[in-house]
T-cell receptor
């Protein structure tokens, strides 16, 4: 069945270093969403990308949607301790209904 | 604006017992989702409602799980009987989209952490 994969599974950085997580889908996606889940918390929506090759920025976060609409990335510049958490990408299932989530990338930041 | 409400927040039961979770979505949101999140994994959809109709329940273990959304607002998810592997966080989410597609931002509730012993 359709799969959404993320790498790396874990990443530890020093505060101020950059961080990137990659997301790959086994099928072409109509859109991709990114969520952040803080430890002990629930997923919180960050952004949705719809167009091929789309790039969106939110302060220190840069999101990209691949040209083939099968992959995406999230890049954080100059990480801060507030960036700690698990970042999930998610895309609509083949039936076009609910989201299929990746396993997430857990980011830890030491000061 | 009030967020998605869920109760209880925590539940511990023994295997073979039954348990029910409740969710109240954001007012006006047509679509409601129940997800199961096992430790270290992403949320996995169990069932999706649009208003009070089921859109997708293909991954719901129907021999033990059931869900309803009467009147198209609140929803309950039940497990009977519970198994050890049901230990997880059960997340409810809602979205504005009225076409039942996975294209809209989803708002998640705080979740119910279920432990089955």
């Amino acid at each position: 069945g359709q799969q959404v994969m993320q790498i790396p599974q874990y990443q530890h950085v020093q505060e101020g270093e950059d961080f990137t997580t990659y997301c790959n889908s086994s099928t072409t996606l109509s859109n991709i969403q990114w969520y952040k889940q803080r430890p002990g918390g629930h997923p919180v929506f960050l952004i949705q990308l719809v167009k091929s090759g789309e790039v969106k920025k939110q302060k220190r976060l840069t999101f990209q949607f691949g040209e083939a609409k099968k992959n995406s990335s999230l890049h954080i510049t100059a990480t801060q301790t507030t960036d700690v958490g698990t970042y999930f990408c998610a895309g609509p299932g083949q039936a076009g209904t609910a989201l299929i989530f990746g396993k997430g990338t857990t980011l830890s930041v030491s000061s | 604006e009030a967020g998605v409400a869920q109760s209880p927040r925590y539940k511990i039961i023994e295997k073979r017992q039954s348990v029910a979770f409740w969710c109240n979505p954001i007012s006006g949101h047509a679509t409601l989702y129940w997800y199961q999140q096992i430790l270290g994994q992403g949320p996995k959809l169990l069932i999706q409602f649009q208003n009070n109709g089921v859109v997708d329940d293909s991954q719901l273990p129907k021999d033990r799980f059931s869900a309803e959304r009467l009147k198209g607002v609140d929803s309950t998810l039940k497990i009977q009987p519970a198994k050890l592997e049901d230990s997880a966080v059960y997340l409810c989410a809602s979205s504005l989209d009225s076409w039942g597609q996975g294209a809209g931002e989803q708002y998640f509730g705080p979740g119910t952490r279920l432990t089955v012993t």
